[in-house]
């Protein structure tokens, strides 16, 4: 007979033949992966999803500039015009704000916390921002 017959008395037979066997359903496994991509395939998805990720951005950061032209206006006025031309929101107490205190507010392409910071100085309001919500 010219079949090799695996002992089962010889432990290295034993283990040579196990790892065969381990060998053999790797390389089937393999055969059922992910198609790899050449590299020349993947650098040009990182470049676009790179590009991609810089441009949302930059417009994120674009959409957030606002402009303000308020003479003599009150605070609500102000808060109403920030609310219409943005995304964020206003929370706060009415007793928090004077209904009488006026601001005169020009500013163009500022930024929502340079805008605060200008409104609200000198006026003792203090503010926190938390994403699109104003406190």
């Known amino acids: 007979n010219s079949r090799i017959q ?5 432990p290295i037979i034993h283990l040579n033949a196990n790892l065969m066997k381990k060998l053999l359903i790797l390389k089937e496994w393999r055969s059922f992966s992910l198609p790899s ?3 020349r395939s993947v650098s040009k998805w990182l470049a676009l999803c790179a590009a991609l ?10 959409s957030d500039r606002l402009t303000i032209d308020l003479k003599n206006a009150s605070l609500e006025r102000f808060i109403g015009d920030v609310q219409r ?15 009488n205190e006026r601001i005169t507010l020009s500013v163009k392409d500022k930024n929502i916390d340079e805008i605060l ?10 503010y926190r921002i938390e994403g699109k919500h104003i406190f």
């Open 6 to 10: 695996i002992n089962d008395f010889d």
């Open 37 to 39: 991509f050449p590299g």
């Open 53 to 62: 990720l810089v441009s949302a951005h930059v417009f994120a950061q674009s």
């Open 85 to 99: 031309q943005s995304d964020y929101s206003f929370f706060y107490k009415d007793s928090e704000i004077n209904s």
């Open 117 to 126: 910071s200008l409104a609200f100085r000198g006026t003792g309001i203090s």
